[in-house]
């Protein structure tokens, strides 16, 4: 499968779940017009969009769940989790899956873009980011332009009682 | 093979031997004359004397051997079998289990202190004095009133076949006192071309000197008396004959005792070279080519294996996969390819394959409840003797089988009702007696399935719950007990407890509560039934979560679901059926009673399960009412693997797990109780569900 894509992880990569630091490398996708990035010891491999089952219960932006090589994996939607309105996926849709305390989840986001260095760098926290609930954990520039890196607690199901 | 893999052998025995043990004592104090569960009780002894011993576990088999001939005194019918040796006998297998277990994690036999007075006892009651050397009737006095044995032994050639080593015996032999000389025959013995190794060719005279009696030199070979010609015949000791017989002083220590080699009867054979260097006692055998074997009985058992259970989780997730697979390979070949005759029959055989590949990896998993609950027998007995009650446990249904996982996340909730249900349920005996109730109280542990789920029940035919006392504890701590259901509903509660007595485990206000949250951790439900003088039952209802299962696929909308077979009573045509309404209640009539009908995206969380056509009314049967789930369609009945959503999201209410279709598509696997249950939620109990029931007493 061509979609798929790994990066070997490297020993002396920081873990995103540390926010004061920004993970030495990090993937990069788009939701809505935003770009967000997620350390890459949380991101399992990246897989191509498909119609997910429907599951019941929620959080809201719990999707329902798709197959992976034997496994069931919850589909979250990353627009509605991160405040947008729901959408019909576009063609350029993918799952990020993440892993992250045992439990795997497909993200869906509106595109991958790519996977950037980073090094040791400062994540910029302006107020509202910084509370426990937030699913953003801070920003962070590449480049021309703003990242916003997530935390990959804030897509499992335990975060929904932080809401 | 080194020794750690022997020694894990060794413990995984020693822990299994023990187990019997105990199961057959606490057996035994119930029905005192079943000279079965003597015979295996005695078994386990013996076998762990000997396989302990062979592990340089001396201290086990010091204790074990004293036990040996205390429960060969009673199978001999020259001891009873009383509460005190049985409690004696209990207390010794916990010593040996703490043992066992300090020996797995350190490699060192360190004693409790319990061990040296319980050996004491153990020794007292037995009539023995031990001397330094443990093994009762001392090998250090028997130059005093020794008697002499000669022992032929002419097996049969499939001696092997029945899983039987006579080097075992032997070392038993030698245990009983010194073995003065081995003869073995070796004219039989065919040339090298013809051997066959799996028979036995070799058969021996063997002179023993022992203080024991006769009978206990035959219990040597109780176990394959029926395998040849044993013949034990006592000799008597003339002065010069020893001389020629025996090769060595009695008063020699005995590890320099060498088997004489000095053949008395027949001159061209000659003593196996082997079996002589091994012939010492057995913990002294640790030369490198000797390895040592745990006993007889783990050559019987060379057909099992012990598994890692995630290894087999593993192969029920792959033989799944590989099913998956075959089906999308047999849509991506096409019709064109399929037309082929050798390629159709090809994939038939394939898929046989597979199915059959699926359905014993699943079995792998389960395994009968009886080991499991049987256990329980002796917490029974224990908290029975604590309570100064008399309870007899009666275990049923240990064929069901249960995936081992779920049982073993079982194992607290159950100690703690039968915990229970003898500290509180049964009355003392004087009370029974004066109500005219049967002694021993009785305590069921019962296992059944039933429509798609596994039940275990704790059953007492004790006292029944206090319902007044609830109420009133209910009251004090301010929650609502109006109804009766509600009622029962507050035991459950955290803190909850009217127990004026704190015992080991029940009655601290940590019972029922933990019991729920542990029961609904794997997706099971518990319930209570109790009538006040007859008996209370606690009834845990689990999913078949981690199995396959049978299921009838329906599709709702555009959502495909899986209802479990077992749960599906009927499908009936939908327009054939008559509704009405009662209080805002759809019920449709069907054969003289009103079912209740659910429609799921009525429940909360399934909106999205829009019915659209209902063509067919599926009939199920929940933990206590029958329903009608309409569906679109019926697509057919096929074997599903269960696969979990909780292992990467959470418990969902309503949903037992999902399955992967061959099309590599996913339907959800429906738990009708929970549907029931999220249904009904406001609606009255109609029958059992929480409220005071008659409870069937056999």
Same mark, same amino acid.
Request: proline share 5%; with cysteine; charged share 30%.
């Given at each position: ?145 703003? +990242? ?16 | ?323 998956? %697979? ?239 077979? %077992?749960?599906?009573?009927?499908? +009936? ?126």
């Amino acid at each position: 499968m061509g979609e798929s894509m790994r990066t070997e992880k490297e020993a002396d990569v920081k873990k995103v779940g540390e926010v004061d630091l920004s993970p030495a490398q990090m993937v990069t996708f788009r939701v809505d017009e935003q770009v967000y990035g997620l350390g890459i010891l949380d991101v399992h491999e990246v897989i191509q969009y498909r119609r997910p089952e429907f599951a019941p219960g929620d959080p809201p932006w719990m999707l329902g769940v798709i197959h992976l090589r034997g496994e069931i994996l919850p589909a979250v939607d990353a627009r509605v989790r991160l405040g947008f309105p729901q959408k019909v996926p576009d063609p350029g849709a993918v799952y990020v899956v993440l892993e992250k305390n045992g439990q795997r989840v497909a993200l869906l986001v509106d595109a991958i873009l790519d996977v950037v260095q980073l090094g040791s760098v400062e994540l910029d926290k302006p107020p509202g980011v910084d509370r426990e609930d937030s699913p953003v954990a801070g920003f962070v520039r590449v480049k021309d332009r703003t +990242v916003a890196v997530l935390k990959a607690e804030a897509f499992l199901p335990a975060a929904e009682r932080a809401l | 093979m080194d020794i750690d893999h022997l020694l894990d052998i060794f413990y995984t025995e020693a822990f299994e031997r023990l187990d019997d043990l105990e199961r057959g004592l606490v057996q035994l104090e119930v029905d005192p004359g079943n000279a079965e569960i003597l015979d295996e009780v005695f078994r386990a002894a013996h076998t762990l004397k000997g396989s302990s011993g062979l592990a340089g576990l001396n201290a086990i088999s010091k204790m074990a051997h004293v036990m040996e001939d205390l429960l060969d005194e009673v199978r001999q019918g020259t001891r009873p079998f009383t509460k005190d040796l049985s409690s004696l006998l209990l207390e010794a297998t916990d010593i040996l289990k703490q043992i066992v277990q300090t020996h797995a994690e350190t490699r060192k036999e360190s004693l409790p202190s319990g061990f040296a007075p319980t050996l004491k006892l153990l020794a007292e009651a037995a009539g023995q004095e031990l001397g330094e050397n443990g093994a009762s009737g001392g090998d250090g006095d028997s130059a005093r009133d020794a008697a002499l044995y000669r022992i032929s032994l002419r097996f049969k050639r499939e001696l092997f076949e029945t899983g039987q080593d006579p080097l075992l015996l032997f070392y038993e032999l030698a245990e009983l006192g010194e073995l003065v000389d081995v003869h073995c025959h070796t004219e039989e013995l065919p040339g090298l071309s013809e051997l066959d190794p799996t028979q036995l060719f070799l058969s021996w005279d063997l002179l023993l000197r022992s203080t024991v009696d006769e009978d206990a030199v035959r219990g040597v070979f109780v176990f394959v008396q029926y395998d040849g010609e044993i013949d034990v015949r006592r000799v008597e000791e003339k002065e010069n004959e020893n001389a020629a017989v025996l090769g060595v002083s009695a008063e020699e220590p005995e590890e320099q005792q060498t088997v004489s080699e000095q053949a008395t009867t027949v001159a061209e054979t000659r003593t196996r070279p082997d079996v002589a260097e091994k012939f010492p006692r057995p913990e002294k055998a640790e030369a490198p080519g000797a390895p040592r074997r745990p006993s007889g009985n783990a050559v019987l058992r060379t057909n099992t294996v012990r598994v890692r259970t995630e290894k087999l989780d593993r192969m029920v997730d792959l033989s799944g996969e590989v099913a998956i %697979q075959l089906g999308q390979l047999e849509a991506a070949l096409g019709g064109s390819v399929l037309q082929d005759n050798g390629v159709r029959a090809l994939l038939e055989a394939l898929r046989r394959t597979v199915s059959g590949l699926q359905s014993e990896a699943l079995s792998l998993r389960m395994v009968p409840v009886e080991e499991s609950l049987t256990r329980f027998t002796r917490l029974v007995r224990d908290a029975a003797v604590e309570a100064g009650k008399e309870v007899e446990l009666i275990v049923e249904g240990g064929e069901t089988e249960l995936d081992r996982t779920l049982l073993a996340e079982l194992s607290d909730p159950i100690k703690h009702l039968l915990r229970n249900a003898v500290d509180h349920g049964v009355e003392p005996p004087e009370e029974r007696r004066r109500l005219g109730k049967p002694l021993p109280a009785r305590v069921w542990l019962r296992a059944y399935e039933r429509a798609g789920r596994v039940f275990l029940e704790i059953e007492d035919d004790g006292r029944g719950l206090n319902l007044g006392k609830i109420r009133q504890r209910a009251r004090e701590l301010g929650l609502d007990a109006s109804g009766n259901k509600e009622m029962l509903a507050v035991l459950f509660k955290p803190g909850f407890s009217t127990a004026n007595r704190v015992t080991n485990l029940s009655g601290r206000g940590v019972g029922l509560d933990v019991v729920k949250t542990s029961v609904e951790k794997i997706g099971g439900h518990i319930s209570v039934f109790t009538e006040e003088g007859k008996g209370t039952r606690f009834r845990i209802s689990l999913p078949l979560t981690l199995a396959v299962l049978d299921g009838l696929l329906v599709r709702l909308g555009s959502g495909l679901c899986v209802l479990p077979l %077992q749960a599906v009573s009927e499908t +009936v045509a939908w327009f054939s059926l008559e509704g009405v309404e009662i209080d805002q209640r759809r019920l449709v009539h069907y054969r003289g009673r009103f079912v209740p009908v659910v429609w799921l995206h009525d429940l909360p969380g399934f909106q999205s399960l829009q019915v659209e056509r209902p063509l067919v009314g599926v009939l199920v049967q929940g933990d206590g009412h029958e329903l009608f789930l309409p569906v679109d369609e019926i697509v057919g009945s096929q074997q599903v693997v269960v696969k979990s959503l909780e292992k990467n999201w959470k418990r969902v209410p309503g949903v037992t797990g999902a399955t992967v279709l061959g099309d590599g598509s996913v339907a959800l696997i429906l738990d009708v109780s929970g549907i029931e249950r999220l249904a009904l939620q406001d609606l009255a109990p109609r029958s059992e569900e929480g409220t005071s029931v008659q409870v069937a007493t056999n």
